[in-house]
């Protein structure tokens, strides 16, 4: 149980699934999760966003490009569930792919969902999903399907195309988030497979596998892509590299030489653990992520081209120390306290190659005391990534990154950041508390209003964040 987490999900960090709230009756709202005595309450709340309408472990809600009264919301065990008319919310099976997907043990299931830009005329849209590959075992995969050119309630299960199918030992950190970039690049965040410390020793490397990274494919294949290098995880022919990823043609990374026939020019930016989610801010374009930590901290990033977020040289902004397994990291989480004996000492952490520099998180949380030093944010311990708010119902909120903890519940915004023309932010933020609501695994905009919705694979519920009539002020 200490590496693989099979039970319950997400556990992307681990542990403290004990504060989710049971899943309410069919047709219920569900319960208010209970308050902290000590806090007020906070300035807004989670309501059913499409009325009584209840879904099998929602895990995340797209529209399509340029539509705004349709809404696709994700099942983990492998169905795309549209609302056709989201006047009159009802639950249309738009895609069912359970075969393909099958175990959906620890973290593994149909995670992420993507539109083509053009999708009005391609019908594409592409999935991040895990599946087992029959003679060899599981895997993670990204793959294209395409939906009916007659019915555009219907995506045919025999139209999948993967493009990238990698063998995946362990249940947990898969990432991922697909999405669209403002260049119509499509972007792609995968986890560093998994287990803890980086077991499988994937991170900090770009010529080995597609892990603990995210990539950039143009899966249009415009005049002037490169091909990807040969790789046993590659469909050939299914994408090409943007001339301008930032390693393409790279003969040293980290200060090492590598061989650039063998480096996988996919990757966009490197060091990351579990990115489970990130966005791209509809005005600005600038990519921000939520990297879920190990033991101790949690981080959101705002991604650049090139970067290089740390993972496993750094937790968050710190040096990872890999904990002796039994120990304090042993299984951490709902009962923090001292242990009786002390722990083994951590592992030291690895010593970054000389010269090399990591980019700094934009902010950064503790796992609950006695991790998180005295005085430091201990709220939470495993990172949902969010969504800059651009709606117009809160202008409190507008340009904010608005973003959650999956096991505390905790939802923040952040303060308002500059990010630069380089994608770099312009210094660190500081967080709002805005609602308590456990079991968050996607944000995502309502396409109506730009409200911002949640995922709840706890309730079963899309929820919609709404002021709390019992907040002392209101937003
Ligand atoms: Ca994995
Ligand atoms: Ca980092």
Do not use: C
Request: charge should be neutral.
């Amino acid at each position: 149980m200490r590496l693989h987490h099979t039970l319950l999900f997400p556990l992307l960090a681990t542990g403290l699934l004990a504060q989710a709230p049971a899943p309410a009756a069919p047709g219920q709202p569900p319960a208010a999760p209970a308050a902290t005595p000590a806090e007020p309450p906070p300035p807004f709340v989670a309501q059913p966003a499409l009325g009584g309408l209840r879904f099998d472990n929602p895990i995340a809600i797209v529209a399509a490009p340029g539509e705004t009264n349709r809404l696709f919301v994700v099942e983990r065990a492998g169905r795309i569930i549209l609302i056709p008319d989201l006047a009159k919310p009802e639950r249309v099976t738009f895609l069912d792919i359970t075969a393909e997907i099958g175990d959906t043990q620890g973290e593994r299931g149909l995670i992420a969902l993507a539109f083509h830009p053009d999708y009005r005329r391609n019908r594409q849209f592409y999935l991040w999903l895990t599946t087992t590959v029959p003679g060899q075992g599981p895997a993670m995969r990204l793959e294209r399907y395409t939906a009916s050119a007659t019915d555009p309630n219907k995506a045919d299960p025999t139209t999948g195309q993967p493009l990238i199918t990698q063998p995946d030992r362990a249940s947990n950190h898969n990432g991922g988030q697909v999405a669209f970039g403002p260049d119509n690049y499509l972007y792609l965040s995968i986890g560093d497979e998994g287990g803890a410390n980086d077991q499988y020793q994937n991170s900090q490397l770009v010529d080995k596998n597609f892990f603990a990274g995210l990539l950039r494919l143009d899966v249009d294949k415009k005049p002037g892509s490169l091909p990807p290098n040969p790789h046993p995880a590659v469909h050939p022919g299914t994408y090409t590299i943007p001339p301008d990823n930032p390693w393409v043609g790279a003969k040293e990374f980290n200060g090492q030489p590598v061989d650039p026939a063998k480096v996988r020019t996919e990757f966009y930016a490197v060091g990351l653990r579990n990115p489970y989610r990130f966005s791209f801010d509809p005005v600005t374009g600038a990519l921000w992520l939520g990297d879920v930590g190990q033991d101790r901290i949690e981080e959101v990033d705002v991604i650049r081209k090139g970067g290089n977020y740390g993972w496993n040289y750094r937790e968050a902004d710190q040096p990872f120390y890999a904990p002796q397994r039994g120990g304090r990291g042993g299984r951490r989480g709902a009962t923090p306290a001292a242990p009786a004996t002390p722990p083994p000492p951590p592992t030291p952490a690895r010593t970054p190659p000389p010269g090399v520099t990591f980019d700094e998180p934009v902010f950064t949380y503790f796992h609950p005391q006695p991790v998180a030093p005295a005085g430091t944010l201990d709220i939470g311990n495993s990172i949902t990534g969010g969504i800059v708010y651009r709606g117009t119902a809160l202008p409190a909120l507008a340009g904010r990154y608005v973003f959650g903890d999956y096991n505390s519940g905790r939802i923040w915004a952040l303060s308002r950041v500059e990010v630069g023309k380089d994608g770099r932010p312009a210094g660190k933020a500081t967080a709002e508390l805005l609602a308590r609501r456990p079991g968050i695994v996607s944000f995502a905009q309502d396409p109506r209003t730009g409200d911002v919705l949640l995922a709840n694979i706890s309730s079963g519920y899309i929820e919609r964040l709404a002021p709390n009539p019992a907040a002392a002020t209101k937003p």
